[in-house]
């Protein structure tokens, strides 16, 4: 069974960028579609970007398309998202997951929070 540990986050200012991270602990999750979630206070958990199992096709919430990248390295047990031109709309909690998400694998996340 698979441990999610995300990391990158931080305090940046409008218009700046931030890398996340999505570590694989115990097995390879190179089987499965994965994908970024985000809450933020007093909101529910939402889709951000999503890439499938190969890494071939990727998609995104229309809130960040053409700022945000979603990657993947199998052979690392790694998932990435490249975060530019950052908005305050952006500051949330954000996590990793299998993209459907399974409830066994939401993990402590990592706070981004974007100020203006």
């Known amino acids: 069974q698979v441990q999610l540990v995300e990391s990158g986050g931080g305090l940046v200012q409008a218009g700046e960028s931030l890398r996340l991270s999505c570590a694989a602990s115990?097995?390879?999750?190179?089987?499965?579609?994965m994908g970024w979630f985000r809450q933020a206070p007093g909101k529910g958990r939402e889709f951000v970007a999503g890439?499938?199992?190969?890494?071939?096709?990727?998609t995104y919430a229309y809130s960040v398309k053409g700022r945000f990248t979603i990657s993947r390295d199998n052979a690392k047990n790694t998932m990435y998202l490249q975060m530019n031109s950052l908005k305050p709309e952006d500051t949330a909690v954000y996590y990793c997951?299998?993209?459907?998400?399974?409830?066994?694998?939401w993990g402590q996340g990592t706070q981004v929070t974007v100020s203006s």
């Open positions: 115990g097995r390879t999750f190179s089987n499965y579609n």
């Open positions: 997951n299998r993209n459907p998400p399974s409830e066994t694998y």
């Open positions: 890439i499938n199992w190969s890494g071939d096709f990727t």
